[in-house]
Nanobody, 120 residues
């Protein structure tokens, strides 16, 4: 079991920035950020593999950056140029498998979620 505790959400105006953090008891092969807006399905935002390989949803490319601090077992999501459509509950997640790190792969462990609200 790899408990995840995500934090860093808040309310900002469009164009602003936020950094989300996710503390893990240990690092896993693949970790990622997902989000869910009211009335929509949860979707992938960004994932990062053990070697630092990253993948982003098209809607956040060039604005969001996923990173990790292996020494602290902490995952980050730097969000810049935020838009109202980025408003959602953001979750960090981890895969326990050593294979696959995409949005469609099953993630076994989830954080409790942190709310991001962007006003226009």
């Amino acid at each position: 079991h790899v408990p995840l505790v995500d934090s860093g959400g808040g309310s900002v105006q469009a164009g602003g920035s936020l950094r989300l953090s996710c503390a893990a008891s240990r690092y896993t092969y693949c970790m990622g950020w997902f989000r869910q807006a009211p009335g929509t399905a949860r979707g992938g935002v960004a994932v990062i593999e053990w070697d630092g390989t990253t993948n982003y949803a098209d809607s956040v490319k060039g604005r969001f950056t996923i990173s990790k601090d292996n020494a602290k077992n902490t995952l980050y999501l730097q969000m810049n140029s935020l838009k109202p459509e980025d408003t959602a509950l953001y979750y960090c997640a981890a895969r326990l498998s050593l294979f696959g790190c995409s949005f469609t792969d099953p993630f076994a462990i989830w954080g409790q979620g942190t709310q991001v609200t962007v006003s226009s």
